[in-house]
């Protein structure tokens, strides 16, 4: 069941980049189509598909990985935050498009760093846990610094 779940969740990513992507091309181009009701309510079905995995995750996760209690718990909470904000500021608040790029920019950032530190964490099982410790220094000293 653990396998399936973190499949689905791991199609539930991709799935949120591709409609983020697609919002964001017809936003940039001025587009009617980004009314469509499937591009709309879409995203928020997948954000609460995604949270609901991963909650179960977390709870069903042999190496009690926590947030706010384990740095790398807490470090992957607080980017897919900055992703989801990101998104919010390159779709909906920003007003010109060089903000919709910068919003835009930053969302493939937080994306990334999420997906690198997932792939840290699988590399810290493995015994090898420096590549983790970075990357959750840094995405702690990027939240203390936007704090």
């Known amino acids: 069941m653990y396998m399936i779940i973190k499949h689905t969740h791991l199609t539930i990513i991709a799935l949120t980049l591709l409609f983020f992507l697609i919002n964001f091309l017809l936003t940039i181009k001025g587009s009617d189509k ?80 999420s997906a690198k530190l997932a792939y840290a964490d699988r590399l810290k099982v493995k015994g090898l846990n420096e590549d983790t410790n970075s990357y959750i220094e840094l995405v702690q000293s990027v939240l203390v610094a936007v704090s």
Request: glycine fraction near 4%.
């Open 34 to 113: 980004v009314n469509i009701k499937l591009l709309k309510i879409g995203p928020h079905i997948l954000y609460t598909l995604f949270i609901a995995t991963a909650i179960y995750l977390v709870v069903v996760n042999p190496l009690n990985l926590y947030p706010f209690v384990n740095g790398w718990a807490s470090s992957k909470l607080a980017g897919f935050v900055m992703y989801v904000l990101s998104i919010m500021f390159a779709l909906k608040w920003a007003k010109s498009n060089i903000w919709r790029f910068v919003g835009f920019i930053s969302a493939i950032f937080w994306f990334v760093m």
